[in-house]
């Protein structure tokens, strides 16, 4: 996997935090920590993103497309 590089500023508190649990080996290191982190907090807006597109979905029109998709099929 290919990497970029990014400064990033955080609390003091917070990377006292970080730093212990890196000590602790929860985690490989800084950058590993906040590589993980990032990513989880981006596969969990995606998720919240689609649920929200599906909740848009009416089910009477979603219904209707698929026992369409379902009568094409017996017909074929």
Known sequence: ???GKVAVSLEKS???RLDQ??????FPSRS????QAVEEKLARIER???AAQCAK???RD???LAEEGMLE???A
């Open 1 to 3: 996997m290919r990497t």
């Open 48 to 50: 919240t993103r689609l």
């Open 32 to 35: 590993g920590a906040i590589q």
């Open 62 to 64: 979603e219904q209707a």
């Open 73 to 75: 099929e017996t017909e």
């Open 21 to 26: 649990m890196v000590a602790e080996r929860v």
């Open 14 to 16: 917070t990377l006292e």
């Open 57 to 59: 979905l009416d089910r």
